[in-house]
C-alpha cells in the first residue's frame, strides 16, 4: 500500500519562506505523479502543483507561479514544495498525493497524505 506522510507545516509571516516535505512509501507505476493541493475552510481543494519521478517535470498553479518549486529525491522517495514570498491567502491545509498520470485534477490521484497546515500571518 503506497503511503504518503506530509510535514514542515507550521506559522509563518507574510513574506517569509517555508518548506514541505512528503515522503512516499513507495514508488509504483501508480505513483507516476506526486502532486500538492491545499485547501482552505469553506474553499474547494485547488490544484498547486506537480512534479514527475521519472522526469522531474513540474507544473505549477498561476497562483503560485514563481513563488513556489517543486522538487524530488528519488533515492529517498522524497517531494519537496518550497514556499517563497507566502502571502495570507496561502493559509491552508497542504496535502501531497500520487497518481499514475500527471495533471491539476485532483481525480488524477489516487493516494493522498494526511495533510499539514500551513498558516501565514500579516
Known amino acids: 500500500q503506497v503511503q504518503l506522510v506530509e510535514s514542515g507545516g507550521g506559522l509563518v509571516q507574510a513574506g517569509g519562506s517555508l518548506r514541505l516535505s512528503c515522503a512516499a512509501s513507495?514508488?509504483?507505476?501508480?505513483?507516476?505523479?506526486m502532486g500538492w493541493f491545499r485547501q482552505a475552510p469553506g474553499n474547494e481543494r485547488e490544484f498547486v502543483g506537480f512534479i514527475t519521478w521519472s522526469g522531474g517535470r513540474t507544473s505549477y498553479a498561476d497562483s503560485v507561479k514563481g513563488r513556489f518549486t517543486i522538487s524530488r529525491d528519488n533515492a529517498k522517495n522524497t517531494v519537496f514544495l518550497q514556499m517563497n514570498s507566502l502571502k495570507p491567502e496561502d493559509t491552508a491545509v497542504y496535502y501531497c498525493?500520487?497518481?499514475?498520470?500527471?495533471?491539476?485534477?485532483?481525480?488524477?490521484?489516487?493516494?493522498w497524505g494526511q495533510g499539514t497546515q500551513v498558516t501565514v500571518s500579516s
Open positions: 498525493a500520487a497518481g499514475a498520470v500527471s495533471g491539476s485534477s485532483s481525480k488524477n490521484y489516487g493516494y
Open positions: 513507495i514508488r509504483t507505476s501508480s505513483t507516476y505523479a
